[in-house]
C-alpha cells in the first residue's frame, strides 16, 4: 500500500462505485450477516474517502479498502462471538432465524459456507479476497502482506482444497 500524501490521483466517486458492492460481498461472505457486512463495506469505503481528503490516495485504494475490511470483518466476527452468548441468555436476541436469512441460506450456499469453514483461514481469506471480493493478486498481497506468488499458490491450493472438499460432500 502507498503511504500517505501519494501524488496518486484517484476518481474517487468511480472508485468507489466499483469497490462498494466487490468490498461487500466480500463482508458478507466473510460474516455471514448482510447488515454488519454493509457496515464493514462502509467503514472500509469511508476510510478510503478520508485518506484522499486527508493527504492523498492510497497507491492501490483497493489494497487499501479491502485490507481494513479484512481487518474489521475479523473485529467484527470476534464481537460477535463474544457478545451472542451473552445476547442469548438475555433473551435480547432470538436463536430462531429470520425469514430473510432462511431465505438466503439455500442449500447451496450451505455447502459451500461449510466447505470454507474447512479451509485454513489463511487459505479462506486469500480465496475470499480473490473470488468473492474480486481483488487482484497484486492487491490480495497488499491487503495480506505477502508477495503476489505466495498469493497466488495460496488461492491455487485453496481453490482445490476447497474443489475437493465440495465433491467430498457431494458423494
Not at 36 to 47: I, W
Request: charged share 25%; proline share 4%; glycine share 8%.
Amino acid at each position: 500500500m502507498g503511504g500517505q500524501g501519494s501524488s496518486v490521483i484517484v476518481d474517487l466517486e468511480g472508485t468507489i462505485a466499483e469497490l462498494a458492492p466487490r468490498v461487500l460481498r466480500y463482508a458478507n461472505a466473510r460474516l455471514g450477516d448482510k447488515a454488519l457486512a454493509e457496515d464493514v463495506a462502509q467503514e472500509s469505503l469511508a476510510a478510503l474517502v478520508r485518506a484522499c481528503r486527508n493527504g492523498g490516495a492510497p497507491d492501490s485504494p483497493e489494497a487499501f479498502v479491502f485490507a481494513i475490511a479484512r481487518r474489521r470483518a475479523g473485529r467484527a466476527a470476534w464481537r460477535r462471538r463474544l457478545w451472542a452468548p451473552l445476547e442469548l441468555a438475555s433473551g435480547a436476541r432470538s436463536s430462531a432465524p429470520s425469514p430473510e436469512a432462511r431465505a438466503i441460506a439455500r442449500d447451496e450456499s450451505e455447502r459451500v459456507r461449510n466447505a470454507l469453514a474447512h479451509l485454513s483461514s489463511r487459505d479462506r481469506e486469500a480465496i475470499l479476497l480473490v473470488a468473492v471480493g474480486g481483488v487482484s493478486m497484486s492487491g490480495a498481497a497488499s491487503a495480506l502482506g505477502l508477495s503476489i506468488s505466495a498469493v497466488k499458490m495460496r488461492v491455487s491450493r485453496a481453490r482445490a482444497r476447497l474443489a475437493a472438499l465440495l465433491e467430498e460432500r457431494n458423494v
